[in-house]
Nanobody, 115 residues
Framework: QVQLVESGGGLVQPGGSLRLSCAASRSIFSFDAMRWYRQAPGKERVLVTT???????TYADSVKGRFTISRGDAKNTVYLQMNSLKPEDTAVYYC?????????WGQGTQVTVSS
């Protein structure tokens, strides 16, 4: 079993920054990949970014150049640095881990971008 806990969401003005954290119950290096998804009100959950076990990262076009996924030194945390935030980034952000072919999810953290 894997537990994931997100934190760091909140209210921020357009152009601002936030850093989300995802703390896992085991070393993130044991996962095939870790991902951040987001779900805006009334919309489907969509993939934002992935970091694979080999360190390769990918991003949705909508966040490229603004968001950065990284692994923490503590080996059980993944971060999502979000810069130049826009109102359309408003969503619940979910951490996801793939472990032996199974998906595990956190409870989500709300990010609201508004003036």
């Amino acid at each position: 079993q894997v537990q994931l806990v997100e934190s760091g969401g909140g209210l921020v003005q357009p152009g601002g920054s936030l850093r989300l954290s995802c703390a896992a119950s085991r070393s993130i290096f044991s996962f095939d990949a870790m991902r951040w998804y987001r779900q805006a009100p009334g919309k489907e959950r969509v993939l934002v970014t992935t970091i694979h076990s080999n360190g390769i990262t990918t991003y949705a076009d909508s966040v490229k150049g603004r968001f950065t996924i990284s692994r923490g030194d503590a080996k059980n945390t993944v971060y999502l640095q979000m810069n130049s935030l826009k109102p359309e980034d408003t969503a619940v952000y979910y951490c996801n881990a793939i472990f032996y072919g199974n998906d595990y999810w956190g409870q989500g953290t709300q990010v609201t971008v508004s003036s």
